[in-house]
């Protein structure tokens, strides 16, 4: 089992920046690629962006792409989301996922609790 537990959400103005962490605990954390996903009312949860387990590859949404940076910190067993240029369009619930590399990006295996992002107009 992993657990996952984020942080870091909040209101902001759009074009604000901020940053979300995830802390996992539990099995070893370098055996999992880590991902993000959001849901916004009213919508199904989709991919954000992921990161493989050597953190030497990243996976963005085209939607996030340039604006978003996913990275890891193997000493901290913590996964974070850079999110610059915020928009309207990203408000929602952001919650971070641990699972195989290979699906990491549709089905992964631990979900966190999610952390809401607001951003305004």
């Known amino acids: 089992q992993v657990q996952l537990v984020e942080s870091g959400g909040g209101l902001v103005q759009a074009g604000g920046s901020l940053r979300l962490s995830c802390a996992a605990s539990?099995?070893?954390?370098?055996?999992?690629?880590m991902g993000w996903f959001r849901q916004a009312p009213g919508k199904e949860r989709s991919f954000v962006a992921g990161i493989n387990r050597s953190g030497d590859t990243t996976y963005y949404a085209d939607s996030v792409k340039g604006r978003f940076t996913i990275s890891r910190d193997t000493a901290k067993n913590t996964v974070y989301l850079q999110m610059n240029s915020l928009k309207p369009e990203d408000t929602a619930v952001y919650y971070c996922a641990a699972g195989a590399e290979t699906t990491i990006r549709s089905v992964p295996s631990y979900w966190g609790q999610g952390t809401q992002v607001t951003v305004s107009s």
């Open positions: 539990g099995r070893s954390f370098n055996n999992y690629a």
